[in-house]
């Protein structure tokens, strides 16, 4: 008889929250450097103070969105294999986005799946656009913005970095990519300032 194995659980994507503390830190801490740096621009888990890890999981949702990419690992257990953000800007018309996955979560589409969820709670905040620097150095991550629609341009903060813009206009761009279309892509991380 053939062996035939599962498929990858799907990961549950949705806000984060206090509990979610101690998951995120084995999450970031499990993260390889390379994904470190793409994500925070250091090749390790920035100092945080408790007051900015407590932020982390508890944002001032005026102004900020987090969602967590969470997978169950054993009955009434979760880990988190992935983490979006967005921050809106003094406009309220734009926001800049920053994403990371687990290494071992990379190529299986997840990543699309963030994005939806980002463009989703863009939509309710009726922005215009959202972008994202990324270093010039981060091929994959560019890629898998570009395969995504959006547009790379200059940064105005940062000439290092490039910046990713999706104009929410037309968040079907995203909505009907398909998860296999975008499973060859890894989305490593993108670089929050």
């Known amino acids: 008889m053939a062996n035939r194995s599962r498929p990858p659980p799907t990961p549950h994507i949705r806000q984060v929250q ?4 101690e998951p995120l830190k084995v999450f970031l801490g499990e993260l390889s450097p390379g994904s470190l740096y793409f994500r925070f621009g250091r090749p390790h888990v920035p100092l945080w103070s408790d007051q900015q890890w407590s932020e982390l999981c508890q944002p001032d949702t005026t102004h900020t969105i987090g969602l967590v990419a969470t997978e169950v690992v054993a009955p009434g257990r979760y880990a988190v294999v992935g983490m979006a953000r967005l921050i809106t800007d003094a406009s309220r018309q734009n926001a800049e986005f920053s994403m990371v996955l687990a290494d071992r979560k990379q190529h299986l589409g997840i990543g699309t799946q963030i994005m939806h969820a980002l463009v989703v709670q863009a939509q309710r905040r009726a922005l215009t656009t959202i972008y994202g620097d990324v270093l010039p150095t981060n091929h994959a991550m560019i890629r898998f913005c570009e395969g995504l629609g959006m547009e790379i341009v200059d940064c105005p903060d940062d000439a290092r970095v490039h910046r990713m813009v999706f104009h929410i206009q ?14 060859s892509n890894p989305c490593t991380g993108m670089r929050a300032s």
């Open 18 to 21: 206090s509990a979610d503390l």
């Open 170 to 183: 037309s968040p079907s761009r995203i909505v009907n990519r398909t998860i296999a279309a975008q499973a």
